[in-house]
């Protein structure tokens, strides 16, 4: 069974602190990694990292795909009160001819001004 | 420009009572998912579908029942309802290729008394 961990999972900081979210995995058929932002409704998309691409920066939010370590990470520098969100991680795995999501539990990040 | 669209937006049911979720996409997407999202427990997957008239078993079916009788909609049924049922039910969609984000609807938060 696929299984993402995040960490931690809650976190409070204050505008201007730079942040890192941290996400393991362990998967079958490892075919790429996303982070989403969650705030009041859908997630939206942030990344994907896979094989071919393994680190991506827009802005104050980069992410870094570790493939040895099975993990990656989102930074987030000078952050904002608009940072505060859900952040998650997913991880696509293509058992068969399948394609799904698998979720972490997600980081609950709280900036205050 | 309306991509996922879910109804109804929120509900309350009583025990042992049935509903049927409706999940629209104009997006000529092949891949729909339902998830479902607890507090502290990220999304789960419920049942996904790789194609019309395609289903299949993700993470957490028990319960739910869904079909896909056309390309365009994905319908989420729970033909007796229970309290551990009560939680905000996310559809989402992507193309038929790996390595693609989901895209998802606002949600449907749904309550069982």
């Known amino acids: 069974e696929d299984k993402v961990v995040q960490s931690p999972l809650s976190l409070v900081v204050h505008e201007g602190d730079t942040v890192t979210l941290n996400c393991s995995y362990e998967?079958?058929?490892?075919?790429?990694l996303l982070w989403y932002k969650q705030e009041k409704k859908a997630p939206t998309f942030l990344f994907m990292l896979?094989?071919?691409?393994i680190e991506k920066k827009s802005g104050r939010l980069s992410s870094i795909l570790d493939k040895k370590e099975l993990s990656s990470i989102l930074n987030i520098t000078a952050t904002q009160t608009g940072d505060s969100a859900i952040y998650l991680c997913?991880?696509?795995?293509?058992?068969?001819?399948?394609?799904?999501?698998?979720f972490g539990k997600g980081t609950l990040l709280t900036v205050n001004p | 420009n309306a991509g996922v669209t879910q109804t109804p937006k929120f509900r309350v049911l009583k025990t042992g009572q049935s509903m049927t979720l409706l999940c629209a996409q104009d997006?000529?997407?092949?891949?729909m998912y339902w998830y479902r999202q607890d507090p502290g427990m990220g999304l789960r997957l419920i049942h996904y579908s790789v194609g019309e008239g395609t289903t299949a078993k993700g993470e957490v079916p028990d319960g739910y029942n869904v079909s896909r009788l056309k390309k365009q909609n994905f319908l989420l049924g729970l033909e007796s309802a229970a309290p551990s049922q009560t939680s905000v039910y996310f559809c989402?969609?992507?193309?038929?290729?790996?390595?693609?984000?989901?895209?998802f609807g606002n949600g449907t938060r749904l309550t069982v008394t």
């Open positions: 997006m000529n997407h092949e891949y």
């Open positions: 989402a969609s992507s193309p038929r290729r790996d390595n693609s984000p989901l895209h």
């Open positions: 997913a991880v696509g795995d293509s058992g068969g001819s399948n394609y799904k999501l698998t």
């Open positions: 896979t094989s071919s691409g």
């Open positions: 998967v079958t058929n490892f075919r790429s």
